[in-house]
């Protein structure tokens, strides 16, 4: 995913948030920024849901398999950002 119209897959292209929405079933509650090793059957995206579109959103998982089932992971983009981690915190080689 990328920002802006010309690539398919980013956040306003043939392939991005919007064709999430309506092509793949997932709730319209913000914009779908991220996807996940899982090829799209879970993504990451901002919801608008409790702050309306001037608000700060949170940072949410949804994932496609659990019925859309939508965990939030940040209050804001932020504190998403400053809780993310490197891959070598995690023990993978």
Known sequence: MGIGREKDCSLAGRSGSRFLIQEWGYPEIGVYFADRPSAGHD?????????????????????????????????DFVSFLQALRPESDYGYD
């Open 43 to 75: 993504m990451i995206a901002f919801d608008y849901r409790d702050c309306g579109p001037r608000g700060e959103p949170r940072v949410v998982h949804v994932d496609q398999e659990v019925d859309y089932r939508i965990t939030v992971l940040a209050p």
